[in-house]
Nanobody, 116 residues
Framework: VQLQASGGGLVQAGGSLRLSCAAS????????VAWFRRAPGREREFLAA????????NYADSVKGRFAISRDAAKTTIYLQMNSLKPEDTAVYYC??????????WGQGTLVTVSS
Protein backbone atom coordinates (compact mmCIF):
# COMPACT_ATOMS: atom_id res chain seq x y z
CA VAL A 1 0.00 0.00 0.00
CA GLN A 2 1.30 3.45 -0.92
CA LEU A 3 -0.05 6.65 0.59
CA GLN A 4 0.74 10.16 -0.65
CA ALA A 5 -0.47 13.22 1.23
CA SER A 6 -0.98 16.63 -0.34
CA GLY A 7 -2.86 19.86 0.16
CA GLY A 8 -0.81 21.55 2.84
CA GLY A 9 0.07 25.21 2.71
CA LEU A 10 -0.14 28.56 4.45
CA VAL A 11 -3.50 29.69 5.82
CA GLN A 12 -4.61 32.42 8.19
CA ALA A 13 -6.06 31.62 11.59
CA GLY A 14 -9.77 30.90 11.30
CA GLY A 15 -9.38 29.61 7.76
CA SER A 16 -9.90 26.17 6.28
CA LEU A 17 -7.81 23.67 4.39
CA ARG A 18 -8.49 20.22 2.99
CA LEU A 19 -5.75 17.63 2.92
CA SER A 20 -5.83 14.68 0.55
CA CYS A 21 -4.14 11.31 0.76
CA ALA A 22 -3.99 9.21 -2.39
CA ALA A 23 -4.02 5.48 -1.68
CA SER A 24 -2.71 2.94 -4.19
CA UNK A 25 -1.51 -0.63 -4.32
CA UNK A 26 -3.12 -3.41 -2.30
CA UNK A 27 -5.60 -1.14 -0.54
CA UNK A 28 -7.89 -4.10 0.09
CA UNK A 29 -5.44 -4.94 2.88
CA UNK A 30 -6.38 -1.81 4.79
CA UNK A 31 -8.53 -2.10 7.88
CA UNK A 32 -8.47 1.56 8.89
CA VAL A 33 -6.93 4.88 7.88
CA ALA A 34 -5.99 7.89 9.97
CA TRP A 35 -4.38 11.31 10.08
CA PHE A 36 -1.60 12.28 12.43
CA ARG A 37 0.53 15.39 12.81
CA ARG A 38 3.85 16.37 14.28
CA ALA A 39 4.47 19.93 15.36
CA PRO A 40 8.03 21.26 15.85
CA GLY A 41 9.48 19.94 19.09
CA ARG A 42 6.46 17.78 19.86
CA GLU A 43 5.51 14.12 19.67
CA ARG A 44 3.41 12.75 16.86
CA GLU A 45 -0.25 13.32 17.60
CA PHE A 46 -3.24 11.26 16.52
CA LEU A 47 -6.00 13.37 14.95
CA ALA A 48 -8.68 11.23 13.34
CA ALA A 49 -9.33 7.72 12.09
CA UNK A 50 -11.98 5.76 10.27
CA UNK A 51 -12.47 2.21 9.12
CA UNK A 52 -11.63 1.56 5.47
CA UNK A 53 -15.30 0.79 4.92
CA UNK A 54 -16.03 4.40 5.89
CA UNK A 55 -17.73 3.71 9.17
CA UNK A 56 -17.20 4.98 12.71
CA UNK A 57 -14.81 7.93 12.48
CA ASN A 58 -13.23 9.03 15.74
CA TYR A 59 -11.31 12.17 16.64
CA ALA A 60 -8.84 13.53 19.12
CA ASP A 61 -10.38 16.03 21.52
CA SER A 62 -8.06 18.73 20.19
CA VAL A 63 -9.71 18.65 16.76
CA LYS A 64 -13.20 17.32 17.44
CA GLY A 65 -15.78 19.58 15.86
CA ARG A 66 -13.18 21.32 13.66
CA PHE A 67 -11.67 18.49 11.58
CA ALA A 68 -13.46 15.79 9.59
CA ILE A 69 -12.02 12.63 8.03
CA SER A 70 -13.64 11.12 4.98
CA ARG A 71 -12.95 8.86 2.03
CA ASP A 72 -14.20 8.94 -1.55
CA ALA A 73 -16.54 6.24 -2.80
CA ALA A 74 -13.88 4.84 -5.13
CA LYS A 75 -11.66 4.17 -2.09
CA THR A 76 -8.70 5.95 -3.63
CA THR A 77 -8.44 9.12 -1.57
CA ILE A 78 -8.72 9.96 2.12
CA TYR A 79 -9.45 13.53 3.12
CA LEU A 80 -9.01 15.67 6.19
CA GLN A 81 -11.18 18.77 6.17
CA MET A 82 -9.79 21.29 8.63
CA ASN A 83 -11.85 24.28 9.70
CA SER A 84 -11.34 27.07 12.23
CA LEU A 85 -7.61 26.59 12.05
CA LYS A 86 -5.43 27.91 14.85
CA PRO A 87 -1.71 28.74 14.93
CA GLU A 88 -1.20 25.69 17.17
CA ASP A 89 -2.41 23.51 14.30
CA THR A 90 0.85 24.27 12.49
CA ALA A 91 2.54 20.92 11.86
CA VAL A 92 3.49 18.32 9.30
CA TYR A 93 0.40 16.20 8.65
CA TYR A 94 0.62 12.51 7.80
CA CYS A 95 -1.92 10.01 6.56
CA UNK A 96 -1.56 6.42 7.68
CA UNK A 97 -3.17 3.05 7.16
CA UNK A 98 -3.17 -0.21 9.05
CA UNK A 99 -3.78 -3.79 8.10
CA UNK A 100 -3.55 -5.00 11.68
CA UNK A 101 -3.36 -3.42 15.10
CA UNK A 102 -0.65 -0.86 14.29
CA UNK A 103 -0.39 1.75 11.55
CA UNK A 104 2.12 0.21 9.17
CA UNK A 105 1.63 2.32 6.05
CA TRP A 106 2.59 6.01 6.08
CA GLY A 107 2.47 8.88 3.63
CA GLN A 108 5.35 11.34 3.33
CA GLY A 109 3.70 14.25 5.15
CA THR A 110 2.46 17.66 4.08
CA LEU A 111 3.22 20.93 5.91
CA VAL A 112 0.41 23.09 7.22
CA THR A 113 1.28 26.54 8.52
CA VAL A 114 -1.37 28.66 10.24
CA SER A 115 -0.50 32.32 10.66
CA SER A 116 -1.96 34.47 13.43
Amino acid sequence: VQLQASGGGLVQAGGSLRLSCAASGYTFRLYAVAWFRRAPGREREFLAAMSWSGATPNYADSVKGRFAISRDAAKTTIYLQMNSLKPEDTAVYYCAGRSGTAYNFWGQGTLVTVSS
